[in-house]
């Protein structure tokens, strides 16, 4: 499985380059543990098309603004059979040890409006809802967020059909011969904050790409 984000999941935040490289680091995340107990990951800095080939799934976890090629060459992707698990955060609460315009911090705001319209979707966000973290249960969970975007249905691009569920927070597609499964928020991920609340979501989310 592939993993692509700007959040501290397979790495922590603020670790030097030798930590890095020490791939059995004891500041491997909870999220990072629980993955590997089910895949092979394997980090991605892009997402073109030598990235993920031969990959049969990914995960894409608030990830930077994406290149014209990388949103070409993940729609061809999925559409060729390839399966993602999308975390798109209008508002990323997760508390960050670097300053806003950091580079190594976490995107604050997830910018993936092409790949999204792509697939027949918007992402939208009401900043007149609660601070407090909250959970919004859907058909099979429970998923705690916090100040959560929530998906539109706009016109379905090429061969992609996608239905909505938990008020809207998950958005379920179709997409060719593939399936994304997108999550308008990241909370569950706060690797600072594991919660058998948060490995369950986690776990059903990764069940609906099985």
């Known amino acids: 499985m592939g993993l692509f984000t700007s959040l501290p999941i397979y790495w922590a935040e603020g670790q030097d380059i030798a930590a890095m490289l020490e791939s059995n680091s004891r500041d491997s995340s909870w999220v990072r ?5 089910r895949f ?3 980090p991605l800095d892009t ?3 030598e990235a993920l080939e031969g990959l049969d799934q990914a995960i894409i976890a608030q990830p ?3 290149a014209p090629s990388e949103n070409v060459a993940l729609d061809e992707w999925v559409r060729g059979g390839g399966k993602a698990l999308v975390f798109a955060d209008p508002f990323l609460t997760q508390h960050s040890e670097f300053a806003l315009g950091d580079p190594r ?5 997830v910018l993936i409006s092409p790949i999204l319209a792509r697939w027949g979707l918007s992402l939208e966000f009401d900043d007149t809802q609660s601070q407090d ?4 249960v859907g058909p099979d969970g429970d998923f705690p967020v916090q100040l959560a975007g929530r998906f539109a249905l706009g016109e379905e691009g090429e061969d992609a059909r996608c239905s909505l569920s938990a008020d809207a927070l998950i958005a379920d597609c179709a997409i060719g011969a593939g399936q994304v499964v997108l999550i308008a928020d990241a909370a569950m991920l706060d690797t600072e904050n594991c919660t058998s ?13 099985d």
């Open 64 to 66: 930077r603004a994406l």
């Open 47 to 49: 997402l073109e098309s």
């Open 33 to 37: 543990s629980m993955l590997e107990e």
């Open 40 to 42: 092979e990951l394997a």
């Open 133 to 136: 973290e909250r959970v919004i």
């Open 105 to 109: 911090r976490p995107f604050d705001v």
């Open 197 to 209: 609340q948060r490995k369950a979501a986690l776990s059903d989310l990764l069940n609906r790409l």
